[in-house]
């Protein structure tokens, strides 16, 4: 990450600046006050906080002093009424004297104080201490038993209390500025969990900030509860009688290694200059190298995923693969180039039918389109017909349930080889919604590797001609 953080001596910041400072050391030579002035800063606002929290103790009670029906108020105020005292005293909260306001300390690496939280009992909002960059995290006392490998991160006080008292497998673990932004300093402090479930809410904002996270956290230890209607956020579920432990034992995870994206291939592409960021830049990157970093960016802001498979895979494996990418990416178009390869050639298929076996492929396909509501796309080789006839929607390779079962088909014709005027076209064969059909002429450029509508010469002025004759004569 480029960062680092030290928990004796509370100082963090960027590597490089430790680095020199280190170097420092070693030739034995003076530190220069300019390097240190930023780590000082860094914990300025935590040594204010702990100084606050400290004053806090001595001016508030313990929320478990509270009586037992003080308690069930603020409770019911929450929307927390199944919460009892016991599980509120394991996140030694205090509370003001009106009881309108409650303060959970947050503690960091080692359980040292790192700031604290303030919840509003009627408003149910929140602040945190210090605003930002806050190294801590509310989590209940851990127990005398083995330390927990799982951890459910939520973004809020109230969250955190709804998930403690269902006694699920695993940690809860509130974040300290809970979805505006997840520092640095946070993360040596979830080092400790070989797995995270990241449970944010229901709404877009809160998918788009966990699927972000999880980045920071590193994707092959992060699961998602998906924001759904029946999934919302654990407080406002326990509210509604929802099975909390249910909901984050679905969790489904949000790394998957069939699937990758344009990032992590981004080096091999610098090497490779594959065609399909040559289409978008309309120009042959071989040639204007010093230019593949403002088109790699453009690219990268794509919602592309790209899956990692080579060769022949089986339909079960793929079907997983895209499945997965729906759940956490959100895809909305599948495609897949092409069937034919995905059949392969098996051991185990020698005595099967190629055409049962494409048309159970389709239908796997199909039902995956219809339950995900997501538009597929089949790239099928033709039969070989004659170089004379044009190519129908019965020359699809295979039985009729392609042509049957597609919604779409484009059938792409090339009469080159066939006619001294010959060209190639885009034929859209099929229509099911609209049935507009129609031929579309394709020219090739060279320069960018693709296929598009020929482009028209630019009208130029007869007279501007003409007065260039002139001019030049």
Request: hydrophobic share 40%; charged share 25%.
């Amino acid at each position: 990450s480029g960062f680092f953080f030290c928990p004796h001596c509370r100082h963090a910041g960027k590597w490089d600046a430790l680095e020199k400072i280190l170097n420092l050391l070693k030739n034995n030579k003076p530190i220069p006050p300019k390097y240190l002035v930023p780590l000082k800063e860094e914990t300025k606002f935590e040594q204010e906080a702990v100084k606050s929290w400290q004053q806090l103790k001595k001016t508030f009670k313990p929320l478990t002093s509270l009586a037992e029906d003080d308690l069930k108020i603020i409770f019911n105020s929450l929307e927390l009424q199944t919460l009892s005292p016991a599980v509120a005293a394991q996140f030694d909260a205090l509370v003001d004297k009106s009881g309108s306001t409650l303060y959970f300390p947050l503690h960091s690496v080692g359980g040292q104080l790192a700031g604290y939280k303030v919840l509003h009992v009627v408003s149910g909002q929140e602040e945190t201490v210090p605003a930002t960059n806050c190294a801590g995290i509310l989590a209940p006392r851990p127990g005398k038993g083995p330390k927990q490998q799982v951890a459910v991160l939520v973004p809020s006080v109230a969250d955190t209390l709804a998930l403690a008292g269902q006694k699920t497998a695993a940690q809860v673990v509130c974040l300290p500025h809970g979805l505006s932004h997840l520092p640095q300093q946070v993360l040596p402090s979830l080092e400790q969990y070989s797995k995270l479930v990241l449970w944010f809410g229901n709404d877009t904002s809160s998918w788009d900030t966990s699927r972000n996270f999880a980045k920071k956290l590193d994707e092959k230890r992060c699961f998602l509860v998906r924001p759904m209607e029946k999934q919302p956020s654990p407080h406002v579920a326990l509210f509604h009688g929802q099975d909390l432990r249910g909901i984050v034992s679905q969790a489904q995870p949000i790394w998957h290694q069939a699937i990758t994206t344009f990032a992590s291939l981004r080096e091999d592409v610098l090497s490779e200059l594959q065609n399909i960021e040559k289409q978008m830049a309309e120009i042959p990157l071989e040639t204007n190298l010093d230019t593949f970093d403002h088109w790699a960016d453009q690219f990268e802001r794509l919602p592309l995923y790209f899956m990692t498979f080579h060769g022949q895979q089986s339909v079960k494996v793929v079907m997983e693969a895209v499945e997965h990418a729906t759940y956490v990416h959100d895809i909305s178009h599948v495609i897949i180039d092409n069937v034919q390869f995905m059949m392969g050639v098996f051991e185990e298929s020698r005595h099967m039918d190629r055409f049962w076996k494409q048309d159970a492929i389709i239908a796997s396909f199909r039902t995956f389109a219809t339950k995900k509501n997501c538009h597929v796309t089949l790239v099928i080789h033709p039969r070989k017909e004659r170089d004379t006839e044009d190519l129908t929607s019965s020359s699809i390779f295979g039985s009729a349930k392609a042509a049957q079962e597609a919604d779409n088909i484009l059938i792409i014709q090339d009469k080159r080889l066939t006619s001294l005027r010959g060209k190639k076209y885009l034929q859209v064969a099929k229509n099911r919604y609209t049935g507009d059909l129609g031929v579309m002429a394709l020219e090739f450029d060279k320069a960018s590797l693709s296929y598009g509508q020929k482009k028209k010469k630019p009208n130029i002025d007869k007279d501007t001609v003409m007065e260039d004759k002139t001019n030049l004569g």
